[in-house]
């Protein structure tokens, strides 16, 4: 079933240019792009090419000077305010690239049972704090007190009890290190399984490729390329768009290969 169904989106900001004339700034162009239950769609690009304005347009968090046009579906409904302000935190939920987002007034114990809609709220939060190795004290803790890599793991566990049928992850594993970066990735193949939708936004292909059913290539506000997941492989054979092959080869585990070749040829 189609969970998510993004048809033609594009976004673009009022700008003033420097004669304080307005102009129109595009920044995603004519994307489309479905996720189905239980699926898990990665999207790539380098620093600017709009994952997030995707994330916040998914969400309705785009800030006041954006335009938008192209229809966003859920669930075969249109994702209008007034249906995003039921579906967010419920059926729709966010990892936020920034972990400013957490309440600087709450315990993170109490944020996480908030956001477990299903299920006994306090075990569903020992449970994942256990499973992200969170000692149990954190739960007493204030963001503040957190490092910024316990702070993230807070954000993950928030959208793991929540239940939700969709969940966007922006950049969800910067700054963690590999134990806890492959833990997250469990996480997200566990609730994939249960049936929910993830859109995994990251800068991290390999991760991508690791767990996403599809990985889907932004290049400066442009879906230039969708491709199995299957197909990241080896020096990229199988993969027919060449920036998405370029960007595959240059992980620094492919450079390594390349420049032993060379060396090799010398
Ligand atoms: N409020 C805004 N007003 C004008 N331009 C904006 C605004 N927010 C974002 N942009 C522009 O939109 C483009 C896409 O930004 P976005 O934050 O989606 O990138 P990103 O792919 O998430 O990058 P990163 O990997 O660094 O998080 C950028 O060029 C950015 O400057
Ligand atoms: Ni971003």
Redesign the pocket.
């Given at each position: 079933m189609t969970l998510l169904d993004i048809r033609d989106l594009s976004?673009s900001?009022a700008?003033y240019d420097r004669w304080l004339r307005q102009t129109t700034?595009p920044?995603?162009q004519s994307l489309s792009l479905s996720l189905e239950a239980g699926e898990i769609v990665a999207v790539v690009?380098?620093?600017?090419?709009?994952?997030?304005?995707?994330?916040?347009a998914i969400l309705g968090l785009?800030?006041q000077?954006?335009s938008v046009a192209g229809e966003i579906m859920f669930e075969g409904k249109p994702l209008t305010a007034a249906a995003l302000s039921k579906l967010r935190g419920s059926k729709i939920a966010l990892i936020p690239?920034s972990v400013q987002y957490l309440d600087p007034l709450m315990t993170v114990g109490k944020q996480v049972e908030q956001a477990a809609r299903i299920g006994q709220p306090k075990a569903l939060r020992q449970s994942i704090f256990r499973s992200f190795r969170l000692p149990e004290g954190a739960a007493k803790l204030y963001p503040f007190q957190l490092s910024g890599g316990m702070a993230r793991r807070v954000l993950v566990s928030t959208a793991a009890v929540s239940g939700a049928r969709l969940i966007i992850a922006?950049?969800p594993t910067p700054g963690l290190d590999e134990a806890v970066i492959q833990e997250t990735l469990r996480i997200f193949q566990d609730l994939s399984a249960s049936g929910a939708a993830i859109l995994f936004?990251t800068?991290d292909l390999a991760a991508a490729a690791q767990i996403a059913d599809r990985v889907a290539v932004?290049r400066?506000?442009r879906l230039v390329d969708i491709s199995p997941a299957s197909s990241f492989a080896g020096m990229g054979e199988a993969l027919s768009h060449p920036y998405t092959r370029a960007l595959w080869q240059a992980l620094p585990q492919h450079q390594f290969i390349e420049a032993v070749g060379w060396n090799d040829e010398a």
């Amino acid at each position: 079933m189609t969970l998510l169904d993004i048809r033609d989106l594009s976004i673009s900001f009022a700008m003033y240019d420097r004669w304080l004339r307005q102009t129109t700034q595009p920044v995603i162009q004519s994307l489309s792009l479905s996720l189905e239950a239980g699926e898990i769609v990665a999207v790539v690009g380098a620093s600017g090419s709009g994952k997030s304005l995707l994330a916040h347009a998914i969400l309705g968090l785009l800030p006041q000077n954006a335009s938008v046009a192209g229809e966003i579906m859920f669930e075969g409904k249109p994702l209008t305010a007034a249906a995003l302000s039921k579906l967010r935190g419920s059926k729709i939920a966010l990892i936020p690239q920034s972990v400013q987002y957490l309440d600087p007034l709450m315990t993170v114990g109490k944020q996480v049972e908030q956001a477990a809609r299903i299920g006994q709220p306090k075990a569903l939060r020992q449970s994942i704090f256990r499973s992200f190795r969170l000692p149990e004290g954190a739960a007493k803790l204030y963001p503040f007190q957190l490092s910024g890599g316990m702070a993230r793991r807070v954000l993950v566990s928030t959208a793991a009890v929540s239940g939700a049928r969709l969940i966007i992850a922006d950049e969800p594993t910067p700054g963690l290190d590999e134990a806890v970066i492959q833990e997250t990735l469990r996480i997200f193949q566990d609730l994939s399984a249960s049936g929910a939708a993830i859109l995994f936004i990251t800068h991290d292909l390999a991760a991508a490729a690791q767990i996403a059913d599809r990985v889907a290539v932004l290049r400066e506000g442009r879906l230039v390329d969708i491709s199995p997941a299957s197909s990241f492989a080896g020096m990229g054979e199988a993969l027919s768009h060449p920036y998405t092959r370029a960007l595959w080869q240059a992980l620094p585990q492919h450079q390594f290969i390349e420049a032993v070749g060379w060396n090799d040829e010398a």
